[in-house]
């Protein structure tokens, strides 16, 4: 039996990949996008047949111009030969509208086309015998009601009904996702996960790893891998990874977990070599994404370089163990002050890094009487959140309406208040910039204790 040699093609702005199969001097194509870069491989090769996992534009592009230049068969589920019949249906006709929300920058002209129907058209299956070689094609609605996955040896050619690194589409609505859920899903599952997967976008992948990514992502967390800069309990990381988008890559985890407009970026990795390829992983994500690393060790701004994060704020962790007088003008917040208080915060501090609570939070942190605040004129002058656990408080924020900064509201919020004096050690992280406010928690006790909070935030694409 011949061997089948694979050769992948990315092309387009929207980073389309098409499969060239190559046994002896014949040739197979799986999504054809690139018409340029296929031909290439193809050069001194017969092109047999021409197959397609769905109807979108952006794996037919080349259809017609290699249809006609090798005179290739061409094979699709019967929707999908239906649909590249017209532009409507093969989406061309709406490519600006998809640059736009994909948030892609166009550099490529998509003229609106169509194609003929397929040679050879299929319902559920069709097996295609070549060169000793059987691919089996199946049905697998979702993406679109076309969709079809190819297997060939261990491989698994699955268009866009399946991604490594993110969820399928369903742009038929809540129906086209119970067609996936009642019969693409289980037809993933009943095969061999240690199936090797070439999607449409993106890197390919262990089935395994896609479909069971919660338990691996577990399992990865229980081994403690070498480098990770994710530091909760069991239990908190059971809780993050059910809220999380998860990637599993071999004996590495990836997490996004979104937070009030933004995004946190997790890893767990057994070497930094790891953090690489995760453009797909990032690509829907239209918030900002931002990325800590707590440590002892200096952290250089080129740490997050291959995924595309640049250096954004240092915090410092500052200690003391210092009693503090408190103040009679700080009194515990009340539910009244909600709406002041998030005001004031929102205007006062940096989302993506200082750690703020949302109104949910913010609520919960009143009740349990951990929010401060100094009153003047019937308005909330200045406020202060300290979270108090086991003999240990952590001054989480202060801060005083621009207008009584002149005042000493500012250091009557810092020095304890009462309620927490029972504490035997305080902690409070600043930003390495912020003069002021290490002047003030020095003037109170308070000594940088080795650890920094290095911030990263991933840079815009285009």
């Known amino acids: 039996m011949s061997e089948i040699s694979l050769k992948i093609c990315k092309g387009g702005d929207l980073g389309v990949n098409s499969y060239v199969l190559i046994s002896k001097d014949s040739a197979i194509v799986i999504d054809p996008g690139d018409f340029k870069k296929i031909a290439e491989v193809l050069q001194g090769k017969r092109l047999e047949y021409i197959i397609i996992t769905h109807e979108h534009f952006d794996h037919i592009f080349a259809l017609n111009e290699l249809r006609d230049h090798f005179g290739a068969k061409v094979i699709a589920q019967r929707t999908a030969s239906q649909n590249i019949t017209t532009s409507s249906k093969n989406l061309s006709r709406f490519s600006d509208m998809i640059y736009d929300v994909m948030k892609v920058v166009k550099r490529q002209n998509i003229v609106e086309f169509n194609a003929q129907k397929a040679d050879i058209e299929f319902d559920e299956s069709y097996e295609l015998l070549w060169k000793d070689h059987a691919l089996l094609l199946t049905h697998t609605p979702g993406h679109t009601e076309g969709s079809c996955c190819i297997r060939v040896g261990r491989w698994l050619f699955c268009g866009d009904s399946l991604f490594e690194a993110t969820q399928t589409s369903f742009l038929g609505g809540s129906k086209a996702k119970a067609r996936y859920d009642e019969i693409s899903l289980p037809f993933f599952k009943s095969l061999d996960p240690d199936l090797h997967v070439y999607a449409g976008h993106g890197e390919s992948f262990i089935l395994g790893d896609k479909l069971n990514a919660m338990q691996r992502a577990i399992e990865i967390f229980k081994n403690r891998p070498k480098f990770t800069n994710l530091f909760v309990s069991f239990d908190e990381f059971n809780k993050i990874i059910n809220e999380a988008q998860v990637l599993v890559r071999d004996n590495n985890c990836f997490l996004l977990i979104k937070h009030n407009g933004f995004y946190k970026f997790y890893y767990l990795v057994d070497s930094l070599s790891n953090l690489k390829n995760l453009d797909a992983f990032f690509r829907l994500i239209n918030e900002p994404i931002i990325a800590e690393i707590v440590s002892t060790e200096a952290i250089k701004s080129d740490f997050l370089y291959d995924i595309d ?154």
């Open 309 to 462: 994060f640049k250096a954004y704020k240092i915090y410092s962790r500052y200690k003391s163990t210092k009693k503090n007088r408190s103040f009679k003008n700080v009194q515990n917040a009340t539910l009244d002050d909600i709406d002041e208080i998030l005001e004031l915060i929102n205007k006062t501090f940096d989302p993506l890094s200082d750690y703020l609570p949302n109104f949910d939070e913010l609520k919960e942190l009143i009740l349990n009487q951990a929010v401060f605040v100094v009153r003047l004129e019937n308005i909330v002058a200045g406020v202060a959140i300290y979270e108090l656990k086991q003999k240990i408080c952590y001054f989480r924020l202060n801060c005083v309406r621009q207008d009584f900064q002149n005042g000493l509201i500012g250091y009557a919020l810092a020095s304890a208040p009462e309620q927490m004096q029972e504490a035997q050690v305080f902690y409070a992280w600043m930003h390495d910039e912020n003069s002021e406010a290490i002047r003030l928690n020095q003037a109170l006790g308070y000594k940088p204790d080795g650890l920094k909070d290095y911030i990263f935030i991933k840079k815009e694409n285009g």
